[in-house]
């Protein structure tokens, strides 16, 4: 008797273990799980002690999920990340790592590593004193990585995070503005090492972080490239430039690191069995925006829309002090830094369905159905 009550226990839960959790979770919908910086932090930083927060109103004041209130992504609603994942048809925006309630079966809906000042090199954004640098990002997918395995068992997890979780990667902006391009506390870097030195060892370092990624059975990658810095309010602020005109020096080593990292994920492409590597070209897709902001229905693509300081609001990030423009909709830029809800729609949507001049060599939704 004793023995055959011990044997029903098991097997239930046994069967629970197999089944329980495909029953209430649909795996079949997918998961992303997401690295990089400010452009796609969903709320790491608000568990951190560090200057770059962004954990104060206005900030999501069109963030629906959190009925307008801040949730630490550094825009005025959804990041790109989490356009993509209601674009593939995932259940739910991908919870930060950080966040007491990321345990248990929400993990598998995805996972957001990002973190506002983070980049590909350690030494990047130590002004904020802390953010995640990618190396420990790969670190924490590496924490999340067993958990899946405890929840699915090896196999279904391997499977799970071959066939269906996308990998993306948003990151390199700080290492060149908070970073490589800082006054005083770069200068060594800077006299030590020629731009073209310094993109080597960021694309050295990605490629190592990559590849752990890939030996955690990440299998499908998109990468973006780096936008064009120099055209983003606060470096025309500080520059005091006119409405045409962009910066050169950001915009010139934004295109030589991506020139470089084409190539990288190229030979990964080649190297790396069974994976897929996909470029975001986010600096053509968010120039263009810049340069032809009217026909997408914007008035200005250089004055932010919250923030403060010179002509074009670029000094001071945006604050519950800041000034706020009355339509959030027509600014290209929510702060001094990074864009609006309304162009990361679009952003989206071209590396959702868009073709080879912003996405390739497949746009999100072919590599979604690989
Ligand atoms: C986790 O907590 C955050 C903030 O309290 C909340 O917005 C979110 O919906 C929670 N997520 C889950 C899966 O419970
Ligand atoms: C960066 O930091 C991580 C985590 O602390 C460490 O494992 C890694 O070796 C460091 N990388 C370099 C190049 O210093
Ligand atoms: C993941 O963590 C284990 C230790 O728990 C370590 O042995 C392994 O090298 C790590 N993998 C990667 C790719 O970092």
Known sequence: MAFKFHYVVVLVLLNSIKYGISQDIDLT????FIF????????????????????????????????????GRFTNGRTIGDIVGEELGEPGYALPFLAPNTTGKAIL????????????????GGIFVNRLSMDIQVDYFNITRKEIDKLLGASQARDYLHKNSIFSITVGSNDFLNNYLLPVISMGARIKQSPDAFVDDMINHLRGQLT?????????????????????????????????????????????????????????NENLGGATFVLANVYDLVMELITN????????????????????????????????????????????YHPSEAANVIIAK??????????SPMNLRHLRDL
């Open 29 to 32: 919908k997918g998961a992303s």
């Open 293 to 336: 902001y009217a026909k997408y229905g914007f008035t200005t693509a250089s004055t932010a829309c919250c923030g403060n300081g010179g002509q074009y609001a670029g000094i001071i990030p945006c604050s519950p002090t800041s000034s706020l423009c009355s339509e959030r909709d027509k600014h290209v830029f929510w702060d001094p």
């Open 36 to 71: 990089g910086d400010s452009l796609v932090d969903a709320g790491n930083n608000n568990y951190m002690q560090t200057l770059s927060k962004a954990d104060t109103p206005p900030n999501g004041i069109d963030f629906q999920a959190s009925g307008g209130n801040p949730t």
């Open 212 to 268: 752990r990624l890939y030996q955690l059975d990440a299998r499908k990658f998109i990468v973006g490239n780096v936008g064009p810095i120099g055209c983003i309010p606060y470096q025309k602020t500080i520059n005091q430039l006119s409405e045409n005109e962009c910066v050169s020096l950001p915009n010139k080593l934004a295109l030589q690191y991506n020139a470089k990292l084409k190539d990288l994920l190229q030979e990964l």
């Open 109 to 124: 809906y995805g996972v957001n590593y990002a973190s506002g000042g983070g980049g590909i090199l350690n030494a990047t």
């Open 350 to 359: 071209q590396l959702m369905d868009g073709d080879d001049r912003y996405i």
